[in-house]
């Protein structure tokens, strides 16, 4: 006895479309995330030259720490940002993959990873903020 599947119906189809859509929105949304990463470390680089700029234009000095981290942690944070588009990336390929050979399994890598690095990123802010209050 032949045991054939059923065959494919509307429904079926249009779930599988919604899940490739549902994928490339999250894919979207991470590429989002890490332009946002990157706008946030441009800001930070030039956060220094802003606070020259306006003490110049308000007519009163400077005062900036003698050894500022901006430039480092601005790089930091484009480097993270570009870092996070390739995973962004590397996850949507994969979850293609997944869906065309019904075998997705979730992951959680991303995720972590970037709040990790968020996490780490507030906390060294943070410890180079309050000196300055």
Do not use: H
């Not at 490739?20 to 030259?49: C, D, H, P, Q």
């Not at 990873?113 to 300055?132: D, H, R």
């Amino acid at each position: 006895m032949d045991i054939k599947p059923p065959p494919p119906s509307t429904a079926n189809k249009e779930a599988r479309a919604s899940d490739y859509l549902a994928n490339e929105r999250t894919f979207l949304a991470w590429i989002r995330t890490s332009i946002a990463i990157m706008g946030f470390g441009f800001v930070v680089v030039k956060f220094s030259l802003f606070i020259k700029q306006l003490s110049f234009v308000l007519g009163k000095q400077a005062t900036t720490p003698g050894k500022g981290y901006s430039s480092e942690i601005g790089i930091f944070l484009v480097a993270l940002g570009a870092v996070m588009a390739l995973l962004a990336f590397v996850r949507y390929r994969n979850i293609q993959k997944q869906l065309g050979s019904n075998s997705y399994f979730p992951s959680i890598f991303l995720s972590v990873l970037l709040t990790v690095c968020i996490i780490i990123i507030s906390l060294l802010l943070i410890v180079y903020l309050v000196p300055n209050i």
